[in-house]
Nanobody, 121 residues
């Protein structure tokens, strides 16, 4: 499984950014795709997840109402639309994948490289 994240950059507070995660190496119909982030000096934080089979989504409390996760089956790509960005959203964002039937919903087996999002004026 290969996951390629992209789309990070510098954005002003209140701005928007869209991250992409291109997945390859297998069929993902029984998988859940997720986004995590890690800010300097902080632990990794769950951001959002989407089920490839039924499109169900789940969000971390800090991003609810501002971020939207979606997928494009034809492109095997998952997106994270980030709106109303805040300084505290600055972090390296990682996409990840796990089987839908794992016991721990935060136990992701596959990780992409990170993409840096910097929110600054």
């Amino acid at each position: 499984v290969q996951l390629q994240a992209s789309g990070g950059g510098l954005v002003q507070p209140g701005g928007s950014l869209r991250l992409s995660c291109a997945a390859s190496g297998r069929t993902f119909s029984t998988y859940v795709m997720g986004w995590f982030r890690q800010a300097p000096g902080k632990e990794r934080e769950f951001v959002a997840a989407i089920s490839w089979s039924d499109n169900r989504t789940h969000y971390g409390d800090s991003v609810k109402g501002r971020f939207t996760i979606s997928r494009d089956n034809a492109k095997n790509t998952v997106y994270l639309q980030m709106n109303s960005l805040k300084y505290e959203d600055t972090a390296v964002y990682y996409c990840a994948a796990r089987r839908a039937d794992v016991v721990n919903p935060y136990d992701y087996a596959y990780w992409g490289q990170g993409t840096l999002v910097t929110v600054s004026s």
